[in-house]
């Protein structure tokens, strides 16, 4: 069984910075592209960073300059270093990986979400 846990979510001021992380873990044989996505009250979830097993990463264009995506591989973690962090960032945040299992076919994995509120 594979699953995405995350951590690091939390209440924080306008300006300030989180740092998320999420690790896969389980009966991994390989982790493909990793990335966090976020779902505000009311809205549609929207892909916030990605960041393949090479290491390319790509950014929403609202986080671009304040978030930063990086990855430990040996650890199948994935960080989100959020800084310069607004009102608008305020959502539930989650982890997403594509993964091989060591039995079994490669999927699509979320985790159950962190929540960031940015507020004063």
């Known amino acids: 069984q594979v699953q995405l846990v995350e951590s690091g979510g939390g209440l924080v001021q306008p300006g300030g910075s989180l740092r998320l992380s999420c690790s896969a873990s389980?009966?991994?044989?390989?982790?493909?592209?990793m990335g966090w996505y976020r779902q505000a009250p009311g809205k549609q979830r929207e892909l916030v960073a990605g960041?393949?097993?090479?290491?390319?990463?790509n950014y929403a264009d609202s986080v671009k300059g304040r978030f930063t995506i990086s990855r430990d591989n040996a650890k199948n973690t994935v960080y989100l270093q959020m800084n310069s962090l607004k009102p608008e960032d305020t959502a539930v945040y989650y982890c997403n990986a594509d993964i091989v299992p060591t039995v079994g076919d490669y999927e699509n994995y979320w985790g159950q979400g962190t929540q960031v509120t940015v507020s004063s």
């Open positions: 389980g009966s991994i044989f390989s982790v493909y592209a």
């Open positions: 960041i393949t097993s090479g290491g390319s990463r």
